[in-house]
């Protein structure tokens, strides 16, 4: 089954200059806890916006260029895998936005703040079937710049 994993701001910001627009400690161990002994699939500039493999994982990375440094797969190639397994996908926009369709299972983090010149959103999922099963809202802890809101959808 594909599964997307993102935090996005109140306005849908993802991203800003190829990273994340905030530091946000409890929602990253939010999203080891989830992803950790799974697959993760990621586009290019995700991938090259972290220090490398994030352990634990089965790193998979999504580029039209041949790269010897990581595994890698096409549309086609994630998609099999995810009628066996659960594919988790972590980004970027692009990559989001390719599998929009497919997914079935959506874990979003709403991050309490509208980042100002953010360059990457994730599309509006409102209307496209999903309902929420959980949510949990996280006052900012030492290491995080803001509140949060732990929700997790099915469709
Ligand atoms: N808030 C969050 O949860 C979250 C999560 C992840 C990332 N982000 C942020 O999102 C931003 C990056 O997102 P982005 O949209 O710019 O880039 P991205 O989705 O991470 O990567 C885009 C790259 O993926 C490859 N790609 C795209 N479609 C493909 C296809 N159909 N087949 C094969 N490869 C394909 C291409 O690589 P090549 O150019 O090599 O061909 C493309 O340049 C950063 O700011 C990052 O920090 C936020």
């Given at each position: 089954?594909?599964?997307?994993?993102?935090?996005?701001?109140?306005?849908?910001?993802?991203?800003?200059?190829?990273?994340?627009?905030?530091?946000?400690?409890?929602?990253?161990?939010?999203?080891?806890?989830?992803?950790?002994?799974?697959?993760?699939?990621?586009?290019?500039?995700?991938?090259?916006?972290?220090?490398?493999?994030?352990?634990?994982?089965?790193?998979i990375v999504m580029s039209r260029s041949?790269?010897?440094?990581?595994?890698?797969?096409?549309?086609?190639?994630?998609?099999?895998?995810?009628?066996?397994?659960?594919?988790?996908?972590?980004?970027?926009?692009?990559?989001?936005?390719?599998?929009?369709?497919?997914?079935?299972?959506?874990?979003?983090?709403?991050?309490?703040?509208?980042?100002?010149?953010a360059d990457t959103f994730i599309t509006d999922i409102s209307?496209?079937?999903?309902?929420?099963?959980?949510?949990?809202?996280?006052?900012?802890?030492?290491?995080?710049?803001?509140?949060?809101?732990?929700?997790?959808?099915?469709?």
């Amino acid at each position: 089954m594909i599964i997307f994993i993102y935090a996005c701001d109140l306005n849908g910001a993802i991203g800003k200059d190829g990273d994340l627009p905030w530091r946000q400690s409890s929602d990253l161990q939010h999203f080891k806890r989830i992803t950790l002994g799974g697959t993760i699939v990621m586009g290019r500039k995700t991938w090259e916006s972290l220090p490398g493999k994030l352990p634990g994982r089965r790193n998979i990375v999504m580029s039209r260029s041949i790269r010897d440094d990581i595994e890698q797969m096409n549309y086609d190639e994630v998609i099999s895998l995810s009628e066996q397994q659960d594919v988790f996908i972590i980004g970027g926009g692009e990559i989001y936005n390719l599998f929009i369709d497919d997914v079935k299972e959506l874990h979003r983090t709403l991050i309490d703040t509208k980042i100002e010149n953010a360059d990457t959103f994730i599309t509006d999922i409102s209307n496209l079937g999903f309902h929420m099963i959980s949510e949990r809202h996280v006052s900012a802890g030492e290491k995080d710049q803001f509140d949060m809101i732990f929700q997790h959808f099915i469709r």
